[in-house]
C-alpha cells in the first residue's frame, strides 16, 4: 500500500475540490493510526500538520446534516469516525515556506524554518518527485495534475483508494490471509487468483443482505451439510445420498448424483441458467461453451440447446479458446463457486463491440455470478427438499419416519453392555 500519486476529483465539474487530497491524506493517517493503535492495544497523542486551512476549518466545524452534498462529505465522515476516543490535533502551517531553492535537506535547514516547516516543505518536494515517478503507471485512472496526493492499494489489484478508506485498509491489509485460505481450500494458485474475476464476485456479496450473503459464502466455500460431513459428526446415522443411496454424499456428488430426480432438477436448473444469460445478451458461442462444459460437470447428457448459424471470426475465437484453456485450469467446478475467468467479460464485450448495432452495455460479469449461484441455489435447495420436505409438515413426517427407523434399527441390533458385577 502506497501513498503517492495524483488525488481524485469527485463530484461534477462545479463541485471540484482543490482541498481533496490533503484532507484524502489526513484521513489515510487517522485510519493507519487508529488500525495500530488498536493491534498493539495501545494509546498516543498525535499531531497532524496540514498547509490548507480550509480543510482545518471544515473539519472543525463540519455538520454531516448541513454538508451532504460537500464532495468531501465521504472523506469528512470517515476521519470524524475514526478520530472518536483517538486524541488528534490538527494544526496548521505555512505552505511553500521555503525562500530559496534547495537540494537537501540541511540546505533547507538552513534557512532557519520550524520543525512543522521543514516537514511540510520536504513532504511537498517527495510528492512531486512521487508524482513525477508514479503518475505514468496510473494513468488509467481518473485524476486531476492539481492535487498532489492519492491513496493505492497493490492488492488484489493496482487500485486506487478514493472513498471508504477504511474498508479499502482492512481488505487490503487482510488480502494476503484470504488468498492463503482460498489457495489451500480450492487449490488455487497465486495466478489462477490474479486470473479469476474477483470484482463481480465482491459486487455481488457487498449487494446481499447478511443472511443471504452467509448463504452465498457457504455455497463458494463448499460448506453445505451433506451426509458425509454430518456423520463424521455423528449426526446422521448414514453417509450414503438420500437420492440415489449408493454413494457418499459429498460435495461433488450433490452436482453429479445419477438419480432420476436428482438430473432432473439440475438439467431444469442449468437450462434456466443458460435462458438467463442469453437474456442479457451474452455471445452465442458463450452460451454453447457453457452448456457444454456444464453438462459435463453436472453430469447431464449434451443436448445442445444454442447453436450457432455462422463460424466466428479469428479474433473472437481467439479470444474463446483462451477463456476456455483459462477456465480448465481453474476448474468447472470452481466456476460453480462464482470463480469465474477473467477471460469471459473480455471476449463478451469484445464481441459486443463488433456487432452491428453494438449491444447495450450491461454489468455481464456481475449477472454471470448471480445466475451461478442461483444454478448451484436451487440445487442445493432440491436436495434440501428431499431430505427435509417442502413444508413444514412434511418436515415433521419426515423427521417422524427417521426417527422410527433409527428405533427400529436399534431393535434389530440391541447394544451389548458389560456386567459390571464381572
Given at each position: 500500500?502506497?501513498?503517492?500519486?495524483?488525488?481524485?476529483?469527485?463530484?461534477?465539474?462545479?463541485?471540484?475540490?482543490?482541498?481533496?487530497?490533503?484532507?484524502?491524506?489526513?484521513?489515510?493517517?487517522?485510519?493507519?493510526?487508529?488500525?495500530?493503535l488498536e493491534f498493539f492495544n495501545t494509546t498516543c497523542k498525535a499531531t497532524f500538520i496540514c498547509d490548507n486551512s480550509g480543510?482545518?476549518?471544515?473539519?472543525?466545524?463540519?455538520?454531516?446534516?448541513?454538508?451532504?452534498?460537500?464532495?468531501?462529505?465521504?472523506?469528512?465522515?470517515?476521519?470524524?469516525?475514526f478520530r472518536r476516543g483517538f486524541d488528534i490535533n490538527l494544526e496548521w502551517v505555512r505552505s511553500h515556506s521555503d525562500s530559496k531553492p534547495w537540494t537537501s535537506i540541511k540546505v533547507l535547514q538552513e534557512q532557519q524554518l520550524s520543525r512543522d516547516q521543514i516537514y511540510n516543505v520536504w513532504c511537498d518536494r517527495m510528492a512531486e518527485k512521487a508524482q513525477e515517478n508514479t503518475l505514468p503507471a496510473f494513468l488509467d485512472s481518473d485524476v486531476t495534475i492539481a492535487e498532489k496526493w492519492?491513496?493505492?492499494?497493490?492488492?488484489?489489484?493496482?487500485?486506487?483508494?478514493?472513498g471508504n478508506l477504511d474498508m479499502g485498509y482492512y481488505s487490503t491489509i487482510g488480502y494476503s490471509d484470504l488468498a492463503n485460505y482460498l489457495q489451500s481450500?480450492?487449490?488455487?494458485?497465486?495466478?489462477?487468483l490474479q486470473n479469476i474475476n474477483l470484482l463481480p464476485l465482491h459486487s455481488h456479496l457487498s449487494s446481499l443482505q447478511?443472511?443471504?450473503?452467509?448463504?452465498?459464502?457457504?455455497?463458494?466455500?463448499?460448506?453445505?451439510?451433506?451426509?458425509?460431513?454430518?456423520?463424521?459428526?455423528?449426526?446422521?446415522?448414514?453417509?450414503?445420498?438420500?437420492?440415489?443411496?449408493?454413494?457418499?454424499?459429498?460435495?461433488?456428488?450433490?452436482?453429479?448424483?445419477?438419480?432420476?430426480?436428482?438430473?432432473?432438477v439440475r438439467r431444469s436448473a442449468l437450462q434456466t441458467f443458460l435462458s438467463?444469460?442469453?437474456?442479457?445478451?451474452?455471445?452465442i458461442h458463450i452460451?454453447?461453451?457453457?452448456?457444454?462444459?456444464?453438462?459435463?460437470?453436472?453430469?447431464?447428457?449434451?443436448?445442445?440447446?444454442?447453436?450457432?448459424?455462422?463460424?466466428?471470426?479469428?479474433?473472437?475465437?481467439?479470444?474463446?479458446?483462451?477463456?476456455?484453456?483459462?477456465?480448465?485450469?481453474?476448474?468447472?467446478?470452481?466456476?460453480?463457486?462464482?470463480?469465474?475467468?477473467?477471460?469471459?467479460?473480455t471476449l463478451t464485450r469484445q464481441t459486443h463491440k463488433m456487432e452491428d448495432p453494438p449491444t447495450p452495455h450491461v454489468c455481464w460479469a456481475n449477472k454471470l455470478v448471480q445466475y451461478i449461484f442461483h444454478l448451484t441455489?436451487?440445487?442445493?435447495?432440491?436436495?434440501?427438499?428431499?431430505i427435509h420436505g417442502a413444508s413444514r409438515l412434511e418436515s415433521q413426517r419426515l423427521l417422524r419416519m427417521r426417527v422410527q427407523e433409527q428405533v427400529r434399527q436399534i431393535y434389530k441390533h440391541p447394544p451389548k453392555f458389560r456386567d459390571s458385577s464381572q
Amino acid at each position: 500500500m502506497s501513498i503517492t500519486g495524483s488525488g481524485p476529483v469527485h463530484g461534477a465539474l462545479m463541485y471540484l475540490s482543490s482541498s481533496r487530497g490533503e484532507l484524502q491524506g489526513i484521513t489515510a493517517l487517522t485510519v493507519i493510526t487508529k488500525f495500530f493503535l488498536e493491534f498493539f492495544n495501545t494509546t498516543c497523542k498525535a499531531t497532524f500538520i496540514c498547509d490548507n486551512s480550509g480543510v482545518i476549518k471544515t473539519e472543525t466545524s463540519f455538520s454531516s446534516l448541513k454538508s451532504q452534498r460537500d464532495t468531501n462529505v465521504d472523506l469528512y465522515l470517515t476521519h470524524r469516525s475514526f478520530r472518536r476516543g483517538f486524541d488528534i490535533n490538527l494544526e496548521w502551517v505555512r505552505s511553500h515556506s521555503d525562500s530559496k531553492p534547495w537540494t537537501s535537506i540541511k540546505v533547507l535547514q538552513e534557512q532557519q524554518l520550524s520543525r512543522d516547516q521543514i516537514y511540510n516543505v520536504w513532504c511537498d518536494r517527495m510528492a512531486e518527485k512521487a508524482q513525477e515517478n508514479t503518475l505514468p503507471a496510473f494513468l488509467d485512472s481518473d485524476v486531476t495534475i492539481a492535487e498532489k496526493w492519492a491513496v493505492y492499494a497493490r492488492f488484489p489489484h493496482l487500485h486506487k483508494l478514493s472513498g471508504n478508506l477504511d474498508m479499502g485498509y482492512y481488505s487490503t491489509i487482510g488480502y494476503s490471509d484470504l488468498a492463503n485460505y482460498l489457495q489451500s481450500k480450492h487449490q488455487l494458485s497465486e495466478a489462477k487468483l490474479q486470473n479469476i474475476n474477483l470484482l463481480p464476485l465482491h459486487s455481488h456479496l457487498s449487494s446481499l443482505q447478511p443472511h443471504p450473503r452467509a448463504n452465498v459464502a457457504k455455497l463458494m466455500h463448499r460448506w453445505i451439510p451433506t451426509n458425509s460431513s454430518l456423520s463424521c459428526q455423528g449426526r446422521v446415522p448414514s453417509p450414503l445420498c438420500p437420492c440415489c443411496s449408493e454413494s457418499l454424499e459429498t460435495w461433488d456428488h450433490v452436482f453429479s448424483c445419477l438419480s432420476t430426480p436428482a438430473t432432473t432438477v439440475r438439467r431444469s436448473a442449468l437450462q434456466t441458467f443458460l435462458s438467463k444469460l442469453a437474456n442479457i445478451g451474452t455471445p452465442i458461442h458463450i452460451l454453447v461453451t457453457f452448456e457444454y462444459k456444464l453438462s459435463i460437470t453436472l453430469g447431464l447428457p449434451y443436448t445442445q440447446t444454442f447453436h450457432m448459424s455462422s463460424p466466428i471470426c479469428p479474433s473472437l475465437k481467439c479470444l474463446l479458446i483462451d477463456a476456455i484453456h483459462h477456465q480448465n485450469i481453474v476448474g468447472w467446478d470452481k466456476f460453480l463457486s462464482g470463480y469465474t475467468s477473467s477471460y469471459w467479460e473480455t471476449l463478451t464485450r469484445q464481441t459486443h463491440k463488433m456487432e452491428d448495432p453494438p449491444t447495450p452495455h450491461v454489468c455481464w460479469a456481475n449477472k454471470l455470478v448471480q445466475y451461478i449461484f442461483h444454478l448451484t441455489s436451487s440445487i442445493c435447495t432440491d436436495r434440501n427438499t428431499v431430505i427435509h420436505g417442502a413444508s413444514r409438515l412434511e418436515s415433521q413426517r419426515l423427521l417422524r419416519m427417521r426417527v422410527q427407523e433409527q428405533v427400529r434399527q436399534i431393535y434389530k441390533h440391541p447394544p451389548k453392555f458389560r456386567d459390571s458385577s464381572q
